[in-house]
């Protein structure tokens, strides 16, 4: 087998592709070609058949995504850690606690770094200590406005949750893996269940804990694409609409793709893509028991379901890992990564960062997100006092 960088951790079993001569197994691997990378691992012998290459294409600006979120995250983690603290303030030499003997080192480049948000007090017989900047500390008060604007919509996006779960119902420990990327505080099940006891509660299940739905809501059993349909007028439109050649289609069953620069479709491949569009399919909010994946609709259900879940989050993107935890709530099918990679005009799946993510391509104009919560846009404020202006990227972190 030979070694690759792994951009997936959600590995098939038995699904081979052929490449010069020979079968891979799928896997993600970085080409040394520009613009994209193979999706094969390991050998098998092609029996003498000309093999066909299958490659998936890298998008440039949403690679960069990962990377404009590294020191904004340094930033946005050294402030809630100082924020935590008793004093407004984190003594130097306990920094390593918070952080690790090896973040520290990067954590004190940031301290140096931005002297605007940062101010090291201390010396001589007082230990030195960082806290807020006056500037960062009078941006920062203004955080409890955003989560107090958070709070409805978060409200929402749980009850939406439960709802895309076979049986409305998730164990708080899968929630809480998520978090972060919902804005939910780290201590929701406290000091945001309790609050709303005629929509949610928890209850003991084979000694693990759950979060259960308490009543059903249609009027929230709409998707986010379908959202974006009536805001377009899509629905309602009795102008018969035509394919385009990228395989945009606009009809009530359609997704938006995005395919980079250098995807050349043929023309048996848009036909395909175009006799999928039009394909009606259930909705993701009913209970996924009821269909066989067998089904070419219930395999595009599926895709409604991936949406609609990166849909929920404030950045439009999950690592695998994450979407892996909610394998068995969400009835996702095994080959969960084949079914990304075959759609790649609607997902993308980045190897940069810590751990491969896989990202909404509608939800971002380049390396943009389109529309932020409150959450987000406060974030984008703290930071611009380092003088970067618009943040590219949402910042995913601890909330606090």
Same mark, same amino acid.
């Given at each position: 087998?030979?070694? /690759?960088?792994?951009?997936?951790?959600?590995?098939?079993?038995?699904?081979?592709?052929?490449?010069?001569?020979?079968?891979?197994? /799928?896997?993600?691997?970085? @080409?040394?070609?520009?613009?994209?990378?193979?999706?094969?691992?390991?050998?098998?012998?092609?029996?003498?058949?000309?093999?066909?290459?299958?490659?998936?294409?890298?998008?440039?600006?949403?690679?960069?995504?990962?990377?404009?979120?590294?020191?904004?995250?340094?930033?946005?983690?050294?402030?809630?850690?100082?924020?935590?603290?008793?004093?407004?303030?984190?003594?130097?030499?306990?920094?390593?606690?918070?952080?690790?003997?090896?973040?520290?080192?990067?954590?004190?480049?940031?301290?140096?770094?931005?002297?605007?948000? #940062?101010?090291?007090?201390?010396?001589?017989?007082?230990?030195?200590?960082?806290?807020?900047?006056?500037?960062?500390?009078?941006?920062?008060?203004?955080?409890?406005?955003?989560?107090?604007?958070?709070?409805?919509?978060?409200?929402?996006?749980?009850?939406?949750?439960?709802?895309? !779960?076979?049986?409305?119902?998730?164990?708080?420990?899968?929630?809480?893996?998520?978090?972060?990327?919902?804005?939910?505080?780290?201590?929701?099940?406290?000091?945001?269940?309790?609050?709303?006891?005629?929509?949610? @509660?928890?209850?003991?299940?084979?000694?693990?804990?759950?979060?259960?739905?308490?009543?059903?809501?249609? !009027?929230?059993?709409?998707?986010?694409?379908?959202?974006?349909?009536?805001?377009?007028?899509?629905?309602?439109?009795?102008?018969?609409?035509?394919?385009?050649?990228?395989?945009?289609?606009?009809?009530?069953?359609? #997704?938006?793709?995005?395919?980079?620069?250098?995807?050349?479709?043929?023309?048996?491949?848009?036909?395909?893509?175009?006799?999928?569009?039009?394909?009606?399919?259930?909705?993701?909010?009913?209970?996924?028991?009821?269909?066989?994946?067998?089904?070419?609709?219930?395999?595009?259900?599926?895709?409604?379901?991936?949406?609609?879940?990166?849909?929920?989050?404030?950045?439009?993107?999950?690592?695998?890992?994450?979407?892996?935890?909610?394998?068995?709530?969400?009835?996702?099918?095994?080959?969960?990564?084949?079914?990304?990679?075959?759609?790649?005009?609607?997902?993308?799946?980045?190897?940069?960062?810590?751990?491969?993510?896989?990202?909404?391509?509608?939800?971002?104009?380049?390396?943009?997100?389109?529309?932020? /919560?409150?959450?987000?846009?406060?974030?984008?404020?703290?930071?611009?006092?380092?003088?970067?202006?618009?943040?590219?990227?949402?910042?995913?972190?601890?909330?606090?």
């Amino acid at each position: 087998m030979h070694k /690759c960088m792994r951009i997936f951790s959600l590995i098939e079993s038995q699904k081979w592709f052929t490449f010069d001569g020979r079968q891979r197994l /799928c896997h993600p691997l970085p @080409s040394v070609r520009v613009g994209h990378m193979w999706v094969q691992i390991m050998f098998k012998t092609s029996g003498g058949r000309r093999p066909k290459k299958k490659t998936y294409y890298r998008v440039n600006e949403l690679d960069r995504v990962m990377e404009l979120q590294k020191k904004p995250s340094l930033i946005l983690r050294l402030k809630s850690i100082i924020q935590s603290q008793k004093n407004q303030c984190l003594l130097l030499r306990d920094l390593e606690k918070e952080v690790g003997f090896v973040q520290k080192w990067n954590f004190m480049g940031i301290i140096e770094k931005y002297p605007s948000i #940062f101010r090291v007090t201390g010396g001589n017989r007082t230990p030195p200590m960082v806290m807020l900047a006056e500037k960062a500390d009078k941006v920062a008060l203004e955080e409890s406005e955003a989560r107090a604007q958070m709070e409805p919509i978060l409200v929402k996006t749980l009850r939406k949750l439960l709802m895309l !779960s076979v049986d409305c119902m998730l164990p708080l420990e899968t929630i809480q893996l998520i978090e972060n990327e919902l804005g939910l505080p780290s201590d929701f099940e406290q000091s945001l269940v309790p609050k709303y006891p005629q929509f949610f @509660s928890v209850k003991d299940v084979n000694g693990r804990t759950f979060l259960q739905l308490e009543n059903w809501d249609s !009027s929230l059993a709409v998707t986010a694409r379908e959202e974006r349909l009536v805001h377009e007028g899509v629905l309602t439109s009795k102008v018969q609409a035509r394919i385009l050649k990228d395989g945009n289609y606009v009809g009530p069953f359609a #997704f938006q793709l995005r395919y980079p620069a250098g995807f050349r479709p043929n023309v048996n491949y848009l036909k395909e893509v175009q006799k999928w569009q039009k394909m009606e399919f259930p909705s993701p909010y009913l209970n996924a028991r009821r269909f066989e994946l067998a089904d070419p609709k219930a395999q595009k259900r599926v895709v409604a379901v991936l949406h609609e879940f990166l849909s929920l989050t404030m950045e439009k993107r999950l690592t695998s890992g994450q979407i892996d935890a909610f394998h068995s709530e969400f009835r996702l099918p095994a080959r969960l990564l084949l079914c990304l990679i075959k759609h790649q005009g609607i997902f993308y799946i980045t190897n940069k960062g810590a751990r491969s993510t896989v990202i909404l391509k509608e939800a971002y104009d380049g390396s943009t997100l389109i529309c932020k /919560c409150p959450l987000l846009l406060f974030r984008d404020k703290f930071v611009e006092l380092t003088g970067r202006r618009g943040i590219d990227s949402c910042i995913g972190l601890p909330s606090s």
